[in-house]
């Protein structure tokens, strides 16, 4: 198997052809670095990730989580490079170096961590739930509250979950019945269970910091009687130090299809002593707190899934370069030809150029979120940092689950590409399948997404959030229309944005009417349709880069860009269009369909 996990090439190219992130170091605030540090940080994340990580992704696979007597385990190849990303700091790359971090731009740390992911982003899990409930701290936790918990959050020596889900409250949060009982010191007694909790109990870390959403007694009904609270596994003293167990017990580990190496817990607050938390925030802001974390992990859900779909992708091509199946179309009729490798059967090739171009244009959109966050940070007026958060807000939702439904398409092609043995366990294309499936399930599933896209961002501040992307997206397609070679290709992604942000201002006309049910019951074929039509804006955008530099000694890899965008905009685009005038916003029969005609 090639000990290739990612395409250090293309990340380059986005990188510093695309988005141009070495202009950052123009900015005071990077004033510290240079391009030199900035590749060494990610070559760096490549050795690590190619050397000690890439080794336990399918061992952990195999040895799986073991749970005795409230105790889970996770596959011991894990510890050592787990240690290792501790020690590296590796979680903490764009915080404050006050609190362990490295101070480094988001599309750096995007493009280290894009390797780290793909090596096995199970082991990555342990670190991005660590540094999410960090990053709650920072925001809104108290300063005695960011000395005990934040330096250990952020860079991993202590683990982190997240506690909303109960068995009678998934995705409707506010049904949940977990409660907060304010004690004489100001702490708070938790009482109550949670279920589908990720690493929700482990032993990589000497203690695990649960964010728990409760509601403290007399506290309204819903969401906006929910509060948040830091509870430790271990409860840490005012000094620091740890004291005694705090009464949060593993009740069970879920059996699940893929994933292996991360445990999915159920736990069990107050249920033989007690438990306590510190109130996060002020009371019944819990959920707000908590949208902090969700959405970047709804962000880090779409990395994952993509490592996924490049890992199967480079693994297919490797295998179809290689597989010798057949004679060449050309000479299919001739018995005595040579056999010859797979890629060079046409759907084979059309496979390929299919996952291709997802893969690389959606790692182009994750890598454009992270410059967002980057040009957002160092903006210089408030409407240039409004604009920028505006296309993190409305792109957030589209990531996670856009991303993990065509990362998850792509695994599946790669086991196609495979044939039988794709179907077997000697080649590891079949735990890519397996495990890139979660991610369209956990962080809020992707009717949930959806319906986030639709309601708050399509029609949200009164509709700021979709004319600022549209206007990305046309500035793209003018550049475009200037190279003879891809005005054509301008013009057909032109066509369908322009029905796409019709049909979303009709869509969302018709969510303020009568048709409310209606318009909901589009929200996810439009939020795909918003997907297909933002890669199809990355991939020109690399296209329009790569039209230039056609006379250069890398003109294959400049011509692989535009054939790339060629292939899903002639191919994937019109398809778009067609779901685009599928969409009905009024009278849908979905809609309308009573229970008793199932």
């Known amino acids: 198997m090639p000990i290739k996990i990612s395409d250090q090439r293309d990340i380059d190219f986005v990188l510093y052809e695309q988005f141009k992130v070495d202009e950052f170091l123009k900015l005071p605030k990077y004033q510290a670095f240079n391009k030199k540090m900035f590749d060494m940080v990610i070559k760096e994340a490549k050795n ?130 977990t409660s907060a009982k304010k004690l004489d010191d100001g ?177 182009s959109l994750l890598y454009y979120v992270a410059y967002c966050f980057d040009k957002k940070e160092n903006a210089i007026d408030k409407k240039e940092a409004r604009d920028y958060s505006n296309i993190v807000e409305i792109l957030t939702p589209v990531v996670k689950a856009y991303s993990s439904e065509k990362g998850f398409d792509v695994c599946v092609e790669a086991m196609q590409i495979f044939g039988g043995y794709g179907y077997t366990k000697e080649y590891p294309v079949e735990q890519m399948v397996r495990d890139c499936k979660i991610a369209s399930i956990y962080e809020g599933s992707n009717g949930i997404q959806a319906m986030d896209f639709l309601g708050r961002k399509i029609i949200g501040d009164n509709g700021a959030m979709l004319d600022v992307l ?22 057909k992604l032109e066509v369908a944005l322009i029905l796409f942000e019709d049909t979303c201002k009709n869509t969302g006309h018709a969510l303020l009417s009568k048709h409310m049910t209606s318009a909901f019951a589009c929200a996810h074929p439009l939020m795909e349709a918003a997907g297909d039509i933002i890669i199809a804006w990355m991939l020109l955008w690399r296209a329009n880069i790569s039209i230039t530099k056609l006379d250069t000694r890398e003109k294959n890899f400049y011509h692989g860009k535009i054939k790339t965008a060629q292939f899903f905009i002639t191919t994937i685009i019109p398809a778009t269009i067609g779901k685009l005038t599928a969409i009905t916003y009024e009278n849908n029969p979905a809609a309308s369909m009573e229970e008793s005609l199932f």
Not at 273 to 290: A, D, E, S, V
Not at 474 to 490: F, M, V
Request: glycine share 10%.
């Open 48 to 177: 690590l990730a190619v050397k000690e990580i890439f080794p336990t992704y399918t061992q952990c696979d195999k040895e799986g989580v073991t749970f005795e007597n409230g105790t889970v385990r996770v596959p011991e190849c894990l510890r050592k490079p787990h240690q290792l990303l501790v020690e590296g700091e590796w979680s903490a790359l764009t915080e404050n170096p006050e609190y362990g971090g490295q101070g480094l731009p988001f599309s750096i740390a995007q493009a280290a961590l894009e390797y780290v992911t793909c090596a096995n982003y199970v082991l990555t899990t342990y670190l991005i739930l660590s540094h999410g409930a960090g990053k709650m701290i920072d925001l809104f936790g108290t300063a005695k509250q960011k000395e005990l918990f934040l330096e250990k959050l952020y860079t991993g020596v202590w683990g982190g979950t997240m506690l909303l889900t109960e068995p009678g409250a998934g995705s409707d949060v506010g049904a949940l019945t």
């Open 470 to 491: 549209v206007r990305e997206i046309q500035s793209t397609i003018l550049t475009a229309k200037d190279h003879e070679n891809l005005n054509g290709l301008a013009l």
């Open 187 to 363: 702490t708070y007694e938790i009482t109550g269970s949670k279920i589908f909790i990720t690493n929700g109990e482990q032993n990589l870390t000497e203690n695990i910091i649960h964010p728990v959403l409760a509601r403290i007694e007399g506290a309204p009904a819903g969401t906006k009687g929910i509060s948040l609270f830091i509870v430790p596994k271990i409860w840490v003293n005012k000094d620091g130090t740890l004291g005694e167990l705090n009464d949060v017990v593993c009740t069970g580990v879920e059996e699940k299809m893929g994933i292996h190496g991360s445990p999915t817990c159920s736990l069990s607050l107050g249920s033989k002593g007690k438990c306590r938390g510190f109130l996060l925030g002020t009371p019944n802001r819990g959920m707000q707190i908590m949208f902090h974390m969700m959405n970047e992990v709804r962000l880090e859900v779409g990395t994952q899934a993509f490592a996924s779909a490049n890992l199967a992708y480079l693994h297919a091509l490797d295998y179809a370069k290689q597989r010798l199946q057949g004679r060449s179309i050309e000479k299919i009729a001739d018995h005595g030809a040579s056999q010859v490798p797979i890629i060079r059967h046409p759907d084979v090739k059309r496979m390929l150029l299919k996952m291709k171009s997802y893969v690389e244009g959606i790692r």
